[in-house]
């Protein structure tokens, strides 16, 4: 009972390193996949713009010297980039709107609403959720890899009026082979189990770890590496804590008398990794730092080998517990 609840504290303490479980559209978490594409197509000079996460915000930064001003959905003046850094004018219904869980907007705001400026940063680049992105879903819902629109996001820049112009695609879901592992363990490990070779079942047990931990250690590198625009000091620091955890399961399963909980914790840590990304395995566009193909591969064997080494590692150790001879009785 000691070593159960040593293992399971390490695979709670694994999976608090572990992002919440993301889609586009949703939550407040980065998402991990989309099937809407925002590309920009027209920057006004002296403004770097990216979209984030597929469709959901913009990031820009903006040349020092100069005075820019983004436009709210009502005409009104939202952010302002200036050689001071980036503010955000509180008294636009933008500020209110604009966000994953919108605000009520109080009355009586308007284009004409004098502004009250709050000082976000003193650098000179910001990101935001923009509606605007992929107000064009709202209109239209076809299948497939089509075109659905053009956004714009309007700009006063010093004094004189400009936009960022883009366009927005819609992609087809990833194909339903991408779950194809799941069949193989749905498949294989019943037929495993009625074998019942007690040297198989240990050599089975053991590939399991080694590709549970590798491909849940590379999916979630995959996305921890993905720059939202740039890799931040905070992505960072989970790239070292996933690189600790997994050295720390691989040494937990080496010792031979901790190897079926070990393999118990991570093959829990590997199926969680896995269900959390599985937006990558259904949407169009992954959103990681690997190619799409590495990242879905590295999901679909994570989520297929955690499962399949929960079900051996409980299996091997019901299987020690019976082999263990009995206390021999006093009289």
């Known amino acids: 009972m000691r070593r159960l609840a040593v293992a399971l504290s390490i695979a709670v303490a694994a999976a608090a390193f572990l992002p919440s479980t993301a889609s586009a559209h949703v939550g407040r978490v980065p998402p991990a996949a989309t099937n809407y594409l925002a590309r920009i197509s027209h920057v006004p000079p002296g403004l770097a713009v990216r979209v984030v996460d597929g469709d959901q915000r913009l990031w820009m930064r ?11 959905l009502r005409g ?13 004018n509180t008294r636009s219904t933008t500020w209110f709107l604009n966000r994953v869980r919108p605000l009520v907007v109080p009355p009586g705001l308007t284009a004409t609403t004098p502004p009250r400026w709050r000082k976000l940063t003193s650098r000179h680049s910001w990101t935001w959720h923009d509606g605007r992105l992929h107000a064009a879903v709202l209109a239209a819902h076809p299948s497939g890899n089509t075109y659905l629109g053009r956004w714009t996001v309007p700009l006063v820049l010093d004094g004189r009026g400009t936009a960022i112009r883009g366009t927005l695609w819609q992609s087809a879901p990833a194909s339903p082979l991408w779950f194809w592992p799941l069949v193989v363990v749905a498949a294989c490990i019943p037929a495993l189990f009625r074998l019942r070779e ?15 931990l590798m491909s849940s250690t590379v999916a ?20 070292a804590a996933t690189v600790l ?26 199926a969680y990794q896995g269900l959390v990304l599985v937006a990558t395995l259904r949407d169009g566009w992954v959103l990681a730092a690997f190619p799409a193909w590495l990242e879905r591969s590295a999901t679909a064997l994570s989520l297929a080998s955690g499962v399949a080494l929960v079900l051996v590692s409980v299996r091997l150790a019901v299987g020690e517990r019976a082999d263990r001879p009995e206390p021999l009785a006093h009289s």
Do not use: K, M, N
């Open 62 to 72: 903006a040349t020092p010297s100069l005075t820019v001003v983004v436009v709210g």
């Open 76 to 88: 009104e003046p939202y952010l302002r980039f200036s050689p001071a850094g980036v503010a955000a």
């Open 198 to 212: 007690a040297r198989l079942e240990p050599q089975v047990g053991a590939a399991l770890a080694v590709l549970a």
């Open 220 to 239: 979630r590198l995959g996305r921890e590496l993905y720059g939202r625009p740039t890799v931040s000091s905070w992505q960072l620091v989970l790239v």
């Open 245 to 270: 955890v997994a050295v720390a399961l691989a040494v937990l399963y080496s010792r031979a008398d901790w190897r079926a909980l070990g393999g118990l914790v991570i093959g829990i840590v590997a």
